[in-house]
């Protein structure tokens, strides 16, 4: 499950790449919405569902996961997430304000993940279970500095969003309980021909994220199985009429488990009410209230 929970992360992360520029118009706020769909040795496992909402400077993106199929029966599994933050004019920046996840499933212990962020970077952080009840250490506050989140390190990851500059930025990252690098890679145009026809076919501008951990991991874990999952993934963004900046259409890792793919199934966009000037709270963690 762990190495899916990764991928949908990922899948999360990139879908909420589109934000980056255009205004709204003064009636409201834009939102695109996107389903992905995610395989393990060609059977669905997870469904991701993502609401990206753009207000002026403001953007918050909703992200849900939901085990599917033959999983469902197994292991029934949610894992909601959220991040609120401005944009600045002057330098094109994304600066999150408050980021949020919450997982509640057949395995493990309910989860939730509060970061409060500042200019600096984190300034306050809630988690439950606890680092301590979970095999790990605090992150340090000096290796904190400078950190966004995972979803807003993807949409700058997508730079002008013209295509020449996407996959082309680093990023110092914290999700609340680890702290991280990625690196973004673009590996130029290429053409997918998907044998579904669910799937997208056609030119798509391949990227490779690579991710090094820094601190924040369990030990005993990292010890035992970190080897078995990859230190990389392979993501694919192509454009839509109708849509400001590229999305991701494929996501891809292969590990000991296999091949895990990503696939986007659905997108559009829609007009919906201005965001509120403050940042949104997350309820607690309850699978029969959190869709799907």
Partial sequence: MRIVRHLTTATVAGAFAILLGGAAQAAGADRVDLTYRVFVGGLPVVEVDTKTTIDGERYRMDGLARTVGLWESLFEARMMSRVDGRFTAADRDARPMLYQTRYDGDIGSKRSINVTFDKTGPSNVSVEPQNADDNRRPVEPEFLLGTIDPASAAILA???????????????????????????????????????????????????????????FDPDWERQNAKKFPNELDIWFARFDGLPRPIPVRVQVTSDYGVIIAQLIAHGVTKTDSLEDAASVLPPPDRDKMGG
């Fill in 158 to 216: 997508t730079g002008s969003g013209d295509g020449a500059d996407i996959c082309t930025r680093e990023f110092k990252v914290f999700d609340g309980r680890r702290r991280y690098d990625v690196a973004f890679e673009n590996r130029g145009p290429t053409q997918i021909q998907a044998q579904d026809e669910r799937f997208f076919s056609g030119e798509a501008t391949h990227c490779v994220i690579r991710y090094r951990r820094v601190k924040g």
